[in-house]
């Protein structure tokens, strides 16, 4: 029997991400030896309407704070700010949160701060890292149609 060169030799990986969003994780964990089936377990489609987002960048001055759960998120907010011609300069005022550093590493990458990046990377983490600091403010969730409500439902308690 031939020995493993490769920590992950002989073992077969699912990754579940997005089709886009596969080629990263694959190609690490094909160089660590491993078989790699992609499968995405999601799609990434743009809402069937702005309205909500679109309702809420007018009213960018209103905000303390905005809140980032993904990468796509992050992504999706900045290009809709570009579509609707904001200058970025309107959200010099808001503090940011990235529920992972996945997440705070493309929202530097357009030019915004992180200032607060939970120590866990689920919602529960995120509303934690806020208590004693969003009393009183108004708080952006850019979040995606089908995520978990504990964000939205737990900051309306802080």
Do not use: C
């Not at 997440?103 to 701060?113: F, L, N, P, V």
């Amino acid at each position: 029997m031939k020995k493993p060169t490769k920590p992950l030799d002989g073992i077969r990986v699912l990754v579940g991400r997005a089709r886009h969003q596969a080629s990263a994780l694959s190609t690490a964990l094909r160089e660590l030896g491993a078989s790699i089936l992609e499968i995405p377990f999601i799609e990434i489609q743009r809402p069937r309407t702005y309205k909500p987002l679109d309702e809420a960048l007018a009213k960018l001055h209103q905000y303390h704070w905005v809140i980032f759960t993904s990468v796509n998120g992050v992504d999706a907010f900045w290009d809709r700010i570009d579509e609707r011609g904001i200058n970025r300069k309107e959200l010099r005022h808001l503090k940011v949160v990235a529920i992972g550093p996945s997440t705070a590493k493309a929202i530097e990458t357009q030019g915004k701060q992180v200032n607060v990046l939970p120590k866990e990377y689920v919602a529960e983490s995120v509303v934690e890292s806020l208590r004693g600091q969003v009393d009183g403010q108004r708080v952006l969730l850019a979040r995606a149609r089908v995520a978990r409500d504990v964000i939205p439902i737990e900051l309306a308690k802080l």
